[in-house]
């Protein structure tokens, strides 16, 4: 049984930083490509970035660009997002997603297994 677990979210100012992690288990980041997504009340589930397997490249929204980085530690099967210079619209419930597609995914039906999300609130 695949599990997501993401943890890391809270409530910070604009301009500050927060580092969102995935637990992953039962399947390993060697054999996935993994993103995050977030979702804003009253909007659509939007990707954010992705990591291919075995950490050979990351893709990125242009809203994000040059503020977030995704990273794996494939010895602890844990997917990261550093999100740095955090903007009022950045507030959504992030999460973590899994699939075995190659290639840059970036749509929700491309991802099998999801996580239950983490709240990232960025006061203004």
């Known amino acids: 049984q695949v599990q997501l677990v993401e943890s890391g979210g809270g409530l910070v100012q604009a301009g500050g930083s927060l580092r969102l992690s995935c637990a992953v288990s039962g399947r390993t980041l060697s054999s996935s490509t993994m993103a995050w997504f977030r979702q804003a009340p009253g909007k659509e589930r939007e990707f954010v970035a992705g990591?291919?397997?075995?950490?050979?490249?990351?893709y990125y929204a242009d809203s994000v660009k040059g503020r977030f980085t995704i990273s794996g530690d494939n010895a602890k099967n844990t997917v990261f997002l550093q999100m740095d210079s955090l903007k009022p619209e950045d507030t959504a419930v992030y999460y973590c997603?899994?699939?075995?597609?190659?290639?840059?995914?970036?749509?929700?039906?491309?991802?099998?297994?999801w996580g239950q999300g983490t709240q990232v609130t960025i006061s203004s």
């Open positions: 997603a899994a699939t075995g597609i190659l290639g840059t995914p970036a749509s929700t039906d491309h991802y099998d297994y």
């Open positions: 990591i291919r397997r075995r950490g050979q490249s990351t």
